[in-house]
T-cell receptor, first 113, second 111 residues
Framework: GAGVSQSPRYKVAKRGQDVALRCDPI?????LFWYQQALGQGPEFLTY????????KSGLPSDRFFAERPEGSVSTLKIQRTQQEDSAVYLC???????????FGPGTRLTVT | SQQGEEDPQALSIQEGENATMNCSYK?????LQWYRQNSGRGLVHLIL?????REKHSGRLRVTLDTSKKSSSLLITASRAADTASYFC???????????FGKGTSLLVTP
């Protein structure tokens, strides 16, 4: 079946703009994760959903970052008033159940100018 | 913060040779996973090894886990140019669900 998809694949935003990144997990996957990957680094955890409930948002770097998954499937990561340090690849992953493997989407590369 | 640390940071070998990458971590884990990332396909799951397992095989991949030393190794046998990628280990330390990645090992396999 289809894997995890993310859109857009690339996003250029001017500093101060708001952006919304979308994730479509694998159908039926209960768990959904967002990670941020800076250039030359490994991904870092941002937030975790189980169905529609956001169980952990401890990795969100500031209150400008907001994530939702209102119907327990598609998720959106929103970044308000983007800053240059927000430039990174944002990865979404889903998992059927824990603690099994997480399946990653291709990521959205965000560049803030 | 990064939980796992891969070693070496970069590795260059010729096709047909074996590649070994190591990973060390700091706290207790339930399982450890290895992922591959290249620009074309994003992060791809390779293998998961549980804390009560010592060795696991999948095709040309062999993973070992030593929980007493808090370390793991990934061996790729008979490497191919298509194996060129970055390899990351990830643990579920601290939360049991969020993956903690290292900085990765960049592998270059030349024909």
């Amino acid at each position: 079946g289809a894997g995890v998809s993310q859109s857009p694949r690339y996003k250029v935003a001017k500093r101060g703009q708001d952006v919304a990144l979308r994730c479509d997990p694998i159908s039926g996957h209960v768990s959904l994760f967002w990670y941020q990957q800076a250039l030359g680094q490994g991904p870092e955890f941002l937030t975790y959903f189980q169905n529609e409930a956001q169980l952990d948002k401890s990795g969100l770097p500031s209150d400008r970052f907001f994530a939702e998954r209102p119907e327990g499937s598609v998720s959106t990561l929103k970044i308000q008033r983007t800053q240059q340090e927000d430039s990174a690849v944002y990865l979404c992953a889903s998992s059927l159940e824990l603690p099994y493997e997480q399946y990653f989407g291709p990521g959205t590369r965000l560049t803030v100018t | 913060s990064q939980q796992g640390e891969e070693d070496p940071q970069a590795l260059s070998i010729q096709e047909g040779e074996n590649a070994t990458m190591n990973c060390s971590y700091k706290t207790s884990i339930n399982n450890l996973q290895w992922y591959r990332q290249n620009s074309g396909r994003g992060l791809v799951h390779l293998i998961l090894i549980r804390s009560n397992e010592r060795e696991k095989h999948s095709g040309r991949l062999r993973v070992t886990l030593d929980t007493s030393k808090k370390s793991s190794s990934l061996l790729i046998t008979a490497s191919r140019a298509a194996d060129t990628a970055s390899y990351f280990c990830a643990t579920d330390a601290n939360s049991g669900y969020a993956l903690n990645f290292g900085k990765g090992t960049s592998l270059l396999v030349t024909p």
